[in-house]
């Protein structure tokens, strides 16, 4: 356990089939760091662990297994939060001490939930939300955050895991009627809070405040952000989903039918000249094909969902990292408003215009490293689809605009 | 474009409500062992041979093991053709049912054919140009290999008839009429030098001219 006037972080180590009772690694917590890691992209959280083992004891107790379960809990004095990670891999040691077999071990493990995934088959007959919250029930998550979508259809889970059902097969597809028209995301923070929840209802109950660190201002409330950075995706990576052209049969016609959505297209209410981009949206850039099968509510709700998700990374056109002194209380999904300042004529500053507002958090890295000069901070990535750009600057008429 | 991956398939029912040909299919392996079969997937034929006006299918047996097509998303499947599990075909079950059929040569890689699951065969000869179908039960109507029509329906009588008529009751119109005739009592003497009166003259002659129109109507010359 390692503590000083704000933290307090516990590392616990127990067998995956060793029950519920866990052992504390008493550790000197300038032997060890760690980075942890989760975000919206993927479902689980993972962990970097860098032990000092200096003279192999704890190699020679074999406490770097695959497979071991390490329990991390980490906070304030009355705000913990724990998260159940499993060794996936553990690295040869860099020796350190001559004549021992000791050294510097790292370790890498991810979210314990992936050690008990199980290849399965089976037909479902269910709505998505009511597949994934039966999947996921009662297995150890803190909370569950599942976001109800309520056509039903059939799906096979033939030969997969729970989580490759889920991420591959129902993902694409969730579609809820609450989504404003926006695309899923499924993740497990850390917090271990399981979550499947469209964009739009990322951290609504969870909006924290963040302010960049100035010499002239004083917060009471809210993140202190030391520094920043924005950072855009990249042209190359994000133009196919500029115009998409959807294709499907037409089942009573037969005849092919074809619709296309743009990078404005979602969600509904995209506001006007606000994307970071210029760029002509009526030249088709990509093709997807659709089912052609839309005889149910179910099966119609199947292709929007598709068109929804086929637009899902252009949901953070506009991004921007920060690093802020350790803060547990963040994880991935979670959403922050922004007060970035800037010089402003009368020697005062005010809200740069553009780069204030709400982000989603996309991902977070806690990092406790009592090796070097940094005692613990927090990196994330916040982003989103919309600028905040007022209608007097030149280039606004020049930005995408929804066709 | 659709990406389909190809898997094996046992075929659990044929009974398409839709009546599509489709075919309700269990994955295998991949759907080996699941609890229930209830929500597997109805399968659409993928046609050999089909347009929008054409169309070519069999239906596969219940339990046999077929090809399927099948999307990754699991959302839309095909199914196709046997799995022709090696050893499964035995060209002489070809040669055995043409056995019988006459002037049909069977050489091994000249017969295109099918043979249904009740041992009828439908085949065609790609050099001599037979063609023709035989039943299960020994019948068959055949093109032989000189070109000649040869029907044989083994046990069973053959039936020759149009939407107008039939063959048979106008042959049996036709010989009833020549029993008449040579019947001596149906033929009454006449005073000498006169031609002998015929007594069903009347009814045997509507007989004849009905027979032969009915024959204009079924025959071609």
Request: proline content about 4%; some cysteine; charged content about 20%.
């Amino acid at each position: 356990m390692i503590q000083n006037a704000v933290y307090e972080v516990g590392l616990k180590i127990g067998s995956i089939k060793g029950g519920s009772t866990k052992v504390a690694i008493d550790l000197d917590p300038f032997e060890y760091s760690f980075t942890l890691k989760d975000s919206i992209w993927q479902l689980y959280p993972r962990m970097e662990w860098s032990v000092r083992d200096a003279y192999g004891i704890l190699q020679e107790l074999m406490l770097f297994t695959e497979g071991l379960e390490v329990e991390v809990t980490y906070g304030y004095t009355n705000d913990f939060f724990t998260c159940p990670f499993v060794i996936h891999s553990p690295e040869v040691p860099i020796t350190i001490r001559q004549g021992y077999m000791g050294g510097l071990v790292n370790i890498s493990l991810v979210h314990s939930y992936s050690i008990k995934q199980e290849i399965k088959s089976l037909n479902w007959n269910e709505s998505i939300s009511n597949i994934v919250s039966s999947i996921t029930k009662d297995k150890n998550f803190t909370t569950r955050h599942i976001t109800p979508t309520l056509s039903k259809d059939t799906w096979y889970q033939y030969q997969m895991s729970d989580a490759q059902f889920i991420t591959q097969q129902l993902l694409p597809f969730a579609y809820s009627t609450d989504s404003s028209q926006t695309p899923f995301f499924v993740f497990i923070d850390n917090h271990n809070n399981f979550n499947f929840q469209p964009y739009n209802k990322l951290g609504i109950k969870s909006l924290k405040k963040a302010y960049l660190a100035t010499s002239n201002k004083t917060y009471e409330d809210g993140i202190i952000i030391n520094s920043m950075q924005r950072m855009t995706p990249g042209a190359n990576k994000l133009k196919k989903y500029r115009n998409i052209e959807f294709y499907r049969f037409n089942t009573t016609t037969g005849v092919l039918e074809s619709s296309n959505s743009t990078i404005t297209s979602y969600p509904e209410n995209t506001p006007i000249n606000q994307l970071p981009l210029i760029a002509d949206l009526l030249l088709t850039t990509g093709t997807e094909m659709l089912y052609d099968d839309e005889s149910t509510i179910g099966k119609k709700h199947n292709n929007l969902g598709l068109k929804f998700y086929s637009q899902r990374k252009t949901f953070f056109l506009e991004r921007i990292i920060c690093e802020t002194i350790l803060d547990p209380s963040l994880k991935a999904g979670d959403l922050i408003d922004l007060y970035i300042y800037q010089p402003a004529d009368n020697k005062q500053e005010e809200l740069s215009a553009t780069v204030s507002g709400k982000y989603v958090i996309e991902s977070v890295a806690h990092v406790w490293n009592k090796q070097g000069s940094k005692n613990g901070s927090t990196t994330f990535v916040a982003g989103r689809k919309f600028l905040k750009l007022p209608r007097d600057y030149n280039i606004s008429q020049d930005l995408v605009r929804k066709l | 474009m659709t990406d389909l991956k190809l898997y094996t398939a046992k075929v659990i029912s044929i009974t398409d409500t839709t009546k599509k040909n489709r075919v309700q299919i269990q994955l295998l392996p991949e759907a080996l062992g699941i609890p229930s079969i209830t929500h597997c997937p109805w399968a659409m034929p993928l046609f050999g041979s089909s347009s929008d006006n054409t169309v070519s299918f069999t239906f596969p047996e219940v339990d046999s093991i077929v090809w399927a097509l099948v999307d990754k998303y699991f959302k839309v499947f095909y199914w196709f053709n046997q799995y022709n599990i090696e050893g499964k075909f035995d060209y002489a079950d070809i040669i055995n049912t043409l056995l019988p059929v006459t002037d049909v040569a069977s050489t091994y890689g000249n017969i295109d054919c099918i043979l249904y699951s009740d041992q009828g065969l439908a085949f065609h000869n790609t050099v001599t140009g037979a063609h023709g179908f035989v039943h299960k039960n020994g019948g068959y109507t055949v093109f032989n290999d000189s070109g000649q029509i040869v029907l044989n329906s083994n046990l069973q009588k053959i039936v020759i008839k149009n939407a107008y008529t039939s063959l048979k009751p106008i042959i049996d119109s036709i010989t009833e009429v020549l029993q008449n005739i040579i019947t001596p009592l149906n033929l009454i003497s006449a005073p000498p030098g006169a031609p002998v009166i015929y007594s069903q003259v009347a009814s045997d002659l509507s007989k004849i001219v009905l027979a032969g129109t009915n024959l204009t109507l079924l025959l071609e010359e």
